[in-house]
């Protein structure tokens, strides 16, 4: 497929798309059409690449850190082994994450709290290393 139909299908933009095939995210193949500037030909393989690159920066994964897991990946290197320590590091970042996302929440509340009610204005370094209120819902 060219560039336009791999866009629509991945619902990455077109410059996106170009983003990613310069840095080497992304590896088309060519046509013998286009002249100067082959046309480039994504597959299957391609889509599922764009998936992965999609997947890994909603964990917070940089892009840097997703190449090299594509780079592994297409070069056999990525063992079981290997995968299971990636997924863990990446489950404990975002874990440590979430804990601080939970921690701010909880210095909003606080702060929600003296606007409505006043008292003593919460101060911030009180919240940013303490353990969050409880479980909360994830919407």
């Given at each position: 497929?060219?560039?336009?139909?791999?866009?629509?299908?991945?619902?990455?933009g077109?410059?996106?798309?170009?983003?990613?095939?310069?840095?080497?995210?992304?590896?088309?193949?060519?046509?013998?059409?286009?002249?100067?500037?082959?046309?480039?030909?994504?597959?299957?393989?391609?889509?599922?690449?764009?998936?992965?690159?999609?997947?890994?920066?909603?964990?917070?994964?940089?892009?840097?850190a997703?190449?090299?897991?594509?780079?592994?990946?297409?070069?056999?290197?990525?063992?079981?082994?290997?995968?299971?320590?990636?997924?863990?590091?990446?489950?404990?970042?975002?874990?440590?994450?979430?804990?601080d996302?939970?921690?701010?929440?909880?210095?909003?509340?606080a702060?929600?709290?003296?606007?409505?009610?006043?008292?003593?204005?919460?101060?911030?370094?009180?919240?940013?290393?303490?353990?969050?209120?409880?479980p909360?819902?994830?919407?």
């Amino acid at each position: 497929m060219l560039i336009s139909q791999f866009a629509q299908k991945t619902g990455l933009g077109v410059d996106t798309v170009r983003y990613y095939v310069r840095v080497g995210l992304l590896q088309p193949g060519e046509s013998a059409k286009g002249g100067r500037n082959p046309y480039q030909i994504f597959t299957a393989d391609d889509v599922r690449a764009a998936q992965t690159i999609q997947l890994g920066q909603a964990l917070g994964m940089s892009l840097k850190a997703i190449s090299a897991f594509l780079e592994d990946y297409r070069q056999g290197r990525l063992t079981r082994k290997k995968n299971a320590e990636l997924i863990v590091s990446q489950r404990d970042r975002l874990r440590a994450k979430g804990h601080d996302m939970l921690a701010m929440a909880d210095y909003l509340d606080a702060k929600l709290e003296w606007l409505q009610s006043g008292g003593n204005e919460p101060d911030l370094q009180d919240f940013l290393s303490h353990q969050p209120r409880g479980p909360r819902k994830l919407n």
